[in-house]
């Protein structure tokens, strides 16, 4: 068997320090992976990693701190992204470890952040005047704003902590951009030719659960079912032609400063 030499121990002692120079910088640079898909794969990844303790969306569970209100142990995005990579000693917040990929730590430091709506910016529309396209589209039809209004979608009580104004505008001309499983909606018709759809509340391997429209709850075998499908879409419909320009600039303003420091 042949012996390594001084140039390959070199050499592997090189590989180690780029790899540990390339942890270094990742930690202190700039996030790159901010795009609307690395956004995407940061929240898959958050519910894959992180969201038994942080709950879905982030907004708590019964061992990690609801993250849609702020950081407390990172104000960066270089102490997020070692948050992240490493957890925090002598908690329950281990971390992903260093098999995770860099791109996927700072993807879900992407993610982290949208939940939070970003540094406050200012907005050009009018409140007022879209507290009025709020009522005047119906959305309370579906949404909550403090207690009143339907739950077919997103509490909005405090949405402008969590959207920034870009995201609130994509929310509403392209509301299929991104739609969370947790608004997932099922049409399946029964083998008996009973068709149902409605929100999609639980699937596993054998069964489903699906809230409709008049919010009744039905628990399905899909032994028992002639067919299903799984509808990833928005029920929301596309505001983009529906609106005016200045309404959705208004609609905008008015959503984004739903806070919690305004609740």
């Given at each position: 068997?042949?012996?390594?030499?001084?140039?390959?121990?070199?050499?592997?002692?090189?590989?180690?320090?780029?790899a540990?120079?390339?942890?270094?910088?990742?930690?202190?640079?700039?996030?790159?992976y901010?795009?609307?898909?690395?956004?995407g794969?940061?929240?898959?990844?958050?519910d894959?990693?992180c969201?038994?303790?942080?709950?879905?969306?982030?907004?708590?569970?019964?061992r990690?701190?609801?993250?849609?209100?702020?950081?407390?142990?990172?104000?960066?995005?270089?102490?997020?992204?070692?948050?992240?990579?490493?957890?925090?000693?002598?908690?329950?917040?281990?971390g992903?470890?260093?098999?995770?990929?860099?791109?996927?730590?700072?993807?879900?430091?992407?993610?982290?952040?949208?939940?939070?709506?970003?540094?406050?910016?200012?907005?050009?529309?009018?409140?007022?005047?879209?507290?009025?396209?709020?009522?005047?589209?119906?959305?309370?039809?579906?949404h909550?704003?403090?207690?009143?209004?339907?739950?077919?979608g997103?509490?909005?009580?405090?949405?402008?902590?969590?959207?920034?104004?870009?995201?609130?505008?994509?929310?509403?001309?392209e509301?299929?951009?991104?739609?969370?499983?947790?608004?997932?909606?099922?049409?399946?018709?029964?083998?008996?030719?009973?068709r149902?759809?409605?929100?999609?509340?639980?699937?596993?391997?054998?069964?489903?659960?699906?809230?409709?429209?008049?919010?009744?709850?039905?628990?399905l075998?899909?032994?028992?079912l002639?067919?299903?499908?799984?509808l990833e879409?928005?029920?929301?419909?596309?505001?983009?032609?529906?609106?005016?320009?200045?309404?959705?600039?208004d609609?905008?303003a008015?959503?984004?400063?739903?806070?919690?420091?305004?609740?």
């Open positions: 068997m042949p012996s390594r030499g001084p140039s390959h121990v070199l050499s592997g002692l090189l590989v180690a320090l780029l540990l120079g390339s942890h270094v910088a990742a930690q202190e640079g700039t996030n790159v901010t795009t609307a898909n690395d956004v794969s940061g929240e898959r990844q958050f894959r990693h969201s038994r303790c942080h709950g879905i969306g982030g907004t708590g569970g019964e990690g701190p609801d993250l849609t209100s702020g950081f407390r142990r990172a104000n960066t995005d270089g102490g997020l992204f070692v948050v992240v990579r490493d957890g925090v000693p002598n908690t329950e917040m281990l992903l470890g260093g098999d995770a990929t860099d791109q996927t730590v700072w993807q879900i430091v992407a993610y982290l952040r949208s939940l939070t709506g970003g540094v406050r910016v200012d907005v050009t529309g009018d409140p007022a005047m879209g507290a009025s396209a709020y009522a005047g589209a119906d959305c309370a039809s579906c909550m704003i403090d207690g009143s209004g339907a739950m077919d997103p509490d909005l009580s405090t949405i402008g902590s969590r959207r920034s104004p870009d995201e609130l505008l994509s929310d509403l001309t509301p299929d951009e991104r739609v969370q499983p947790d608004w997932w909606r099922m049409r399946v018709t029964h083998a008996d030719g009973t149902v759809e409605g929100r999609r509340m639980g699937e596993g391997t054998y069964s489903v659960r699906i809230l409709d429209a008049e919010g009744r709850m039905w628990s075998q899909k032994r028992d002639a067919s299903y499908e799984r879409t928005s029920a929301m419909p596309s505001y983009a032609g529906r609106l005016t320009e200045g309404e959705l600039e609609l905008v008015y959503l984004y400063g739903l806070t919690r420091a305004e609740r």
